[in-house]
């Protein structure tokens, strides 16, 4: 069974760019889950996606945003792009029927 | 609002002596909690999970937890340590209230160094 799968696996930007950064589940996982890695910050919750709405979000700007597709796969975009959005963004999915949830390595995005 | 302690940042055990890695959790009744391991450069690993119920679960790679409510605590064990054990180990909580299908609030880490 494919595990969670993240592309890409690494980006270099500018401030003030655009990235997004994309998500796929593992098969018959309907949610989906970001967070954010940072130095010295730890895993901070960003954004949880169902069945292609977004149930809850962390505490990040409206420039951090996301969408959940109809094959439950998942994008997350970061407009205007800051110094400290330097960090590895980690997605999860989980299903229902309390199955844990499961991560990806991440894309690891530099802010130059 | 739950929270998550990790009290340790960083823990040294020699390969073969026996690990401990505490976690206190914040939460207004039984949380679901979780133990992740993190290897350089890769993602999150699920360890161990607790619900409910036996308040000492197994987990992959011979780790194990034990749940104290008393104490608020979720502290892994494993009883000899590998080298390829070095990595970060993540405690977190979510909550029953709307199961698994929450947001996941972890502790700060502990990494673990392993001398041979």
Redesign the interface.
């Known amino acids: 069974e494919a595990g ?1 799968t ?1 592309s890409p696996t690494h980006l270099i930007k500018t401030r003030g760019q655009q990235v997004t950064l994309r998500c796929s589940p593992i098969s018959g996982h309907t ?1 989906v ?1 970001w ?1 954010q890695q940072a130095l010295g910050l ?2 901070q ?1 960003l954004l ?1 996606y ?1 069945e292609g709405e977004e ?2 979000r ?1 505490n990040f700007p409206p420039r951090f945003s996301g969408r959940q597709f109809p094959n439950y796969s998942s994008e997350l975009n970061v407009n205007a792009l800051e110094l400290e959005d330097s960090a590895l963004y ?1 997605c ?1 999915t ?1 299903g ?11 894309t690891r995005l530099s802010i130059l | 609002a739950q929270s998550v302690t990790q009290p340790d940042i960083h823990i040294t055990v020699s390969e073969g002596a026996s690990l401990e890695l505490r976690c206190n959790y914040s939460y207004g009744a039984t949380p ?1 909690l ?1 133990w ?1 391991v993190q290897s350089p ?6 360890l161990l ?1 607790y ?1 409910s119920g036996d308040t000492l679960v197994q987990g992959i790679k011979g780790f194990e937890a034990e749940f104290k409510r008393s104490q608020s605590s979720f502290n892994l064990r494993k009883p000899s340590v590998h080298w390829s054990d070095a990595a970060e180990y ?1 405690c977190a909580v979510g909550s029953p209230n709307t ?11 502990t990494r673990l160094q392993v001398t041979l």
Do not use: E, I, M
């Open positions: 969670v993240q949610s889950y967070y730890g895993l919750f949880w169902d149930r809850n962390g980690l999860a989980g229902r029927n309390n199955q844990p949830q499961h991560f990806g390595d991440g | 679901y979780f992740y450069g890769q993602g999150l690993q699920l999970k619900f993540f199961g698994t299908a929450s947001k996941l609030t972890f502790g700060t880490g």
